[in-house]
């Protein structure tokens, strides 16, 4: 078997600009979930500009500590990821590792607070309720499964990490996991802004 010749340049091309096939591929999954949030985020803007109030009669505006604290959990966990990958473009395997796992934790730490939100909301309305129940569990629920499964990458590319997989000249998958991380921060700020403060100005 004839040993085929590693094109040097273009190795290191992928490695210092991270936009290497997989991350293409990301940037189209990516694009298609978002396109999915915008429907979702249309139907909701939709039925709020046609209804005489909304939320609904005897359902209260929704509070904004728990969300605030989540937006700002979640911002910084994005940060974090960009860190990350900051630091193994330069080779830090040991600040790639940290990073990971704030970035983790803080992942974590935003999907409790859903889970407490949903508490909360829970004794003001149920999906079957009105459909402002439904487009709010909906939207933020969908956007919890894919923090979730952006969690589930993050702990494998920790895991990866840990094993030494990852260095200057090979971080693919971090940059494909760090896009998906910001992508999930951005659809947070967009519901963020449509569920919790449009609200406040009709």
């Not at 109030?53 to 209260?60: A, K």
């Not at 003001?124 to 569990?137: A, D, K, R």
Request: with cysteine; hydrophobic share 55%; aromatic share 12%.
């Amino acid at each position: 078997m004839t040993a085929v010749p590693i094109d040097d340049d273009a190795f290191l091309r992928i490695a210092r600009t991270g936009r290497d096939t997989g991350w293409w591929a990301m940037a189209c999954v990516c694009g298609t979930e978002a396109s999915f949030f915008a429907y979702l985020i249309t139907a909701y803007a939709y039925l709020a500009t046609r209804a005489p109030t909304w939320p609904p009669p005897g359902i209260p505006r929704p509070s904004l500590l728990i969300p605030v604290i989540m937006t700002v959990t979640l911002v910084s966990s994005s940060v974090v990821m960009a860190a990350a990958e900051r630091a193994i473009r330069r080779g830090d395997v040991r600040a790639l590792r940290h990073r990971l796992a704030l970035s983790l934790l803080l992942g974590v730490v935003f999907v409790g607070l859903l889970a407490a939100e949903w508490a909360g909301k829970v004794a003001e309305v149920l999906p079957q309720t009105h459909v402002y129940g439904s487009l709010f569990y909906v939207m933020t629920g969908m956007h919890g499964l894919h923090v979730l499964a952006g969690l589930l990458m993050i702990g494998y590319t920790l895991v990866r990490a840990l094993r030494g997989h990852f260095s200057a000249r090979g971080f693919g998958g971090v940059s494909v996991v760090a896009l998906y991380w910001h992508f999930v921060d951005v659809v947070w700020l967009a519901l963020f802004t449509t569920l919790y403060l449009t609200p406040r100005f009709t």
